[in-house]
T-cell receptor, first 112, second 113 residues
């Protein structure tokens, strides 16, 4: 079992839809949970991060972490064609200096 | 945040040769990392570039194949040595500010023929 599992998609939705992206993980010691967005032929861009459990909202984006279920989600409201990208979940241990462990990424396409 | 640049952005190399990738960060950072991204795969951590000491490599990656330097707090290099077609990939430099925010460069797209 991989440490971080993410459905690669692809996921296609019409403009304005609510998108739900999810990851599961196996290591209960993970403390920081991130979502990155990667456009084609670009490096990953940090979108949101959450420490431990709970929700975090930033504009149209909401990140949720459920540590009891080892499950994290990213919701995109009112999706736009510019949201079309690959979304990568990533997580890390609490100790300083440890690197991120990534999921495979979910490719999202939003059609106008 | 941190802005990271990488050179070269892409290269096509012959089998058996070596390529050195440079990574420059616009501010001093606590940690620097090198990742590999293959099509349809997760980003895989190659090593942590330690300033003033040897890099720390992940399982499956060795110093002879991927020597890394980090002479200061804003710069690092990754060399891909004795390349084979299996080394064709995107190589990403990453830097951590504080204890958890990690930023990425645009990547170096390497093709080995």
């Amino acid at each position: 079992q991989k440490e971080v599992e993410q459905d690669p998609g692809p996921l296609s939705v019409p403009e304005g839809a609510i998108v739900s992206l999810n990851c599961t993980y196996s290591n209960s010691a993970f403390q920081y949970f991130m979502w990155y967005r990667q456009y084609s032929r670009k490096g990953p861009e940090l979108l949101m991060y959450t420490y431990s459990s709970g929700n975090k909202e930033d504009g149209r984006f909401t990140a949720q972490v459920d540590k009891s279920s080892k499950y994290i989600s990213l919701f995109i409201r009112d999706s736009q064609p510019s949201d079309s990208a690959t979304y990568l979940c990533a997580m890390k241990l609490g100790q300083a200096g440890t690197a991120l462990i990534f999921g495979k990424g979910t490719t999202l396409s939003v059609s106008s | 945040s941190a802005v990271i640049s990488q050179k070269p952005s892409r290269d096509i190399c012959q089998r058996g040769t070596s390529l050195t990738i440079q990574c420059q960060v616009d501010s001093q950072v606590t940690m620097m990392f090198w990742y590999r991204q293959q099509p349809g795969q997760s980003l895989t951590l190659i090593a942590t570039a330690n300033q003033g000491s040897e890099a720390t490599y992940e399982s499956g990656f060795v110093i002879d194949k991927f020597p890394i330097s980090r002479p200061n707090l804003t710069f690092s290099t990754l060399t891909v040595s004795n390349m084979s077609p299996e080394d064709s990939s995107i190589y990403l430099c990453s830097a951590m500010t504080g204890s958890y925010e990690q930023y990425f460069g645009p990547g170096t797209r390497l093709t080995v023929t």
